[in-house]
C-alpha cells in the first residue's frame, strides 16, 4: 500500500493543512515518510457530521449485517500482510514477533465481537407483559432493551499500534454496539495507521455502509481531540494514555451542554503482594520471573508491575538478590517514542533522587537512541505512605520494593493506594488466611486479581476485566477489554404499551431475532 499522508474522512481521503505528524524509527532515530499534515475545525466538523448521518442507518442494520461488516475489517486488515506488520514494527520499535501478535489480537478481537453481536443477550431485553386484571391495580405492558449511544471519538495508544489503536478494542466495541467511530490516530504510528484505516474504509465500503461509519483524523497537540470530544454529536469516548491527557478529555465531556461518558485507561502500578510463605519457598524463581514481566517490552505496559509489596527479612532479601541479579543481566530496551523515554528517565531520576529510596539495580547499559536502561529501588511502607509522589506511575521497566513489618501492614499499604488495573498475590496453602484478609481491600482498590501470575498480558475473552477505580479509569464501572467492552456503548430505552407492528424485533413476543428474552424474570429463547 502507498501511504499518502492523508486523513480518512468518510469514503474520502484527505490532505490536512495544519502542523505536520512524521514517525520516527525509535530504533534508528530516523524521521519517516510521508509526512501527515494535521486536521483542525474543519474536518472535525465533517468527520463528525458524516457520522451522525451515519448513525441511525448503521444502528439499524441487523445483527448479521452488523457482525460480518466487523469480519470484514478483520480479513481487510489480514489482507494488508506483511507491509503492515513491517511499518508497524518501524514506527514502534517493538518486535516482529510482538506485532504479529498484536494483529492477531486485533483481528481476534473483531471475530470475537461479531460472535457476540449474532448472539445477541447484550441488547438486554426484559419483557413485562401486560397485566389488565391485576388488582388492585392493572399493569402496563414494559419492555426495555439496550440502543447504542451514539457516534464514539477513539484515540489510538501509543503502546498498542494495533490492538488499542485504529481498529482496537474501543473501536471494535463500539461498532459492534452499533456507534459510528470517528478516530484521532496517534501520533507515533501515523503511517500504521493510515494503513488500518484504509483497511476499515475498505470494509465499510465492501459491506455498502453509509460512508460516515468510520472516520480517522491526525493532528499535533490537543487541537483535534479536544474539538473531537466537544463537539455536540459525539457521544461518547474511548481513550487509553496518560492521566493528564485522559483527565483533560474528561474536562472537556463534563463541561458540555450534554456531558457525556469518558472511557479513559491511563494510570497504574499494579502492586504485586510477595506472601510469607511463597517468599519463603520460591524467593529466588519469584525474583526472575518478576524481572521478566518487568521488562517485557521495555515495561511499555498498562499492567506493569511498578510496585512489589513483601514483609522485611531473609526471604525478601534473597528475592531482592535474584531480582539483582536477573535486572543487571537486562539489556537496554528500545522504547517507543523520545518522549515516552524521556518521561521515563525523568521518573527514574526522580526515584534515584528521593532521600528515602535505595537503588537496588539497573538494567544494562543503553547503545540506542532510544532505549531505556531498567531499574528497581526499594523504600519502606512507613516512608512509601508519607509520600505520596512515591505512588507515582513511572512508565517502563521501574519498580519499587516496599518493604513492610509484617502481613498487616501490606494491607494498610494496600489501603491507601489509588485504583489500579490489577494486584497480584503471590502465595502457597500457608497464605491462605493472609491472602482471604487482604482481598476485601483488593476488590475495593483493582479490577483484577491474579494469583501466582503476572499482569502482563491481557486476555481477551468474555470474562475479562481491564479497568478499575480511578485513576486507572476514569469509570471502574467498565472494561475496555473483552465483550463486556461493549456496554459502554449502550443505554436502555423502555417501550410502553406499544402495538406490536411498532416494536422492535428484540422485543417482540414471537422473538424474530432468535435472542435470549427476560420475560417475568425468567430468562427464556424460543
Known amino acids: ?43 472535525v466538523e ?26 470484514t475489517v478483520a480479513a481487510e486488515i489480514l489482507e494488508l500482510g506483511d507491509a503492515l506488520v513491517e511499518r508497524a514494527c518501524a514506527e514502534s520499535g517493538l518486535p516482529r514477533g510482538r506485532i504479529e501478535g498484536e494483529r492477531g489480537r486485533t483481528v481476534g478481537q473483531l471475530r470475537l465481537f461479531a460472535q457476540v453481536v449474532r448472539e445477541g443477550s447484550w441488547i438486554g431485553v426484559r419483557i413485562d407483559p401486560a397485566l389488565p386484571d391485576r388488582k388492585p391495580m392493572a399493569r402496563v405492558d ?50 500504521t495507521s493510515e494503513m488500518v484505516g484504509r483497511a476499515v474504509q475498505a470494509a465499510v465500503r465492501k459491506c455498502g455502509l453509509p460512508e460516515g461509519v468510520f472516520s480517522m483524523l491526525f493532528g499535533s497537540g490537543s487541537k483535534v481531540g479536544q474539538a473531537l470530544v466537544a463537539d455536540p454529536r459525539i457521544k461518547a469516548v474511548g481513550f487509553t494514555g496518560s492521566r493528564s491527557g485522559g483527565t483533560a ?48 517490552g521495555a515495561g511499555q505496559f498498562c499492567t506493569n508491575p511498578g510496585l512489589v509489596l513483601a514483609v522485611e527479612g531473609p526471604d525478601l532479601d534473597a ?18 517514542t523520545p518522549g515516552i523515554l524521556k518521561a521515563y528517565q525523568e521518573g527514574v531520576a526522580r526515584l534515584k533522587g528521593h532521600a528515602d529510596v535505595e537503588q537496588v539495580a539497573e538494567g544494562q547499559l543503553c547503545s540506542g537512541p532510544t532505549q531505556g536502561q531498567a531499574a528497581l529501588f526499594v523504600t519502606d511502607a512507613a516512608k512509601f505512605m508519607a509520600d505520596v509522589a512515591l505512588e507515582e506511575e513511572v512508565f517502563g521497566a521501574a519498580s519499587l520494593v516496599i518493604r513492610c513489618s509484617d502481613v498487616a501492614t501490606m494491607k494498610a499499604v494496600a489501603e491507601k493506594l489509588e485504583g489500579q488495573l490489577t494486584a497480584t498475590i503471590q502465595m502457597e496453602d500457608g497464605d491462605v488466611e493472609h491472602a482471604r484478609a487482604l482481598l476485601p481491600t483488593l476488590e475495593r482498590r483493582v479490577g483484577r486479581i491474579l494469583i501466582n501470575g503476572y499482569p502482563t498480558g491481557v486476555e481477551v475473552s468474555h470474562a475479562m476485566v481491564h479497568g478499575g477505580p480511578y485513576p486507572s479509569t476514569a469509570d471502574g464501572r467498565s472494561t475496555s477489554v473483552g465483550t463486556l467492552a461493549i456496554q459502554r ?25 432468535g435472542i435470549w428474552q427476560r420475560v417475568e424474570g425468567e430468562l427464556r429463547r424460543n
Open 1 to 43: 500500500m502507498q501511504l499518502t499522508g492523508e486523513m480518512l474522512i468518510g469514503g474520502a481521503a484527505v490532505l490536512g493543512h495544519d502542523a505536520e505528524i512524521q514517525a520516527i524509527n525509535p530504533a534508528t532515530g530516523e524521521t519517516m515518510q510521508p509526512a501527515y499534515p494535521g486536521g483542525a475545525g474543519a474536518e
Open 46 to 71: 465533517r468527520a463528525c457530521a458524516l457520522a451522525w448521518e451515519a448513525f441511525d442507518t448503521y444502528r439499524a442494520l441487523s445483527l448479521e449485517e452488523r457482525a460480518t461488516f466487523l469480519e
Open 142 to 191: 414494559l419492555r426495555q432493551r439496550q440502543i447504542p449511544l451514539g457516534p464514539v471519538a477513539v484515540f489510538g495508544a501509543s503502546n498498542f499500534p494495533l490492538a488499542f489503536s485504529v481498529a482496537g478494542g474501543d473501536t471494535a466495541s463500539a461498532l459492534a454496539a452499533g456507534c459510528p467511530v470517528v478516530v484521532k490516530a496517534h501520533s507515533a504510528h501515523p503511517g
Open 249 to 296: 478529555l474528561m474536562k472537556t465531556a463534563a463541561a458540555r451542554p450534554e456531558p457525556i461518558p469518558v472511557y479513559a485507561e491511563m494510570s497504574s502500578i499494579n502492586p504485586v503482594f510477595l506472601l510469607p510463605a511463597a517468599l519463603n519457598k520460591r524467593a529466588a524463581e519469584i525474583g526472575k520471573s518478576f524481572v521478566g514481566s518487568l521488562t517485557m
Open 319 to 336: 528475592f531482592l538478590a535474584s531480582a539483582r541479579t536477573a535486572l543487571e543481566a537486562a539489556p537496554a530496551s528500545t522504547m517507543l
Open 489 to 513: 456503548f449502550l443505554r436502555p430505552v423502555c417501550y410502553q404499551d406499544f402495538p406490536e407492528a411498532l416494536l422492535p424485533e428484540a422485543l417482540r413476543d414471537s422473538n424474530p431475532l
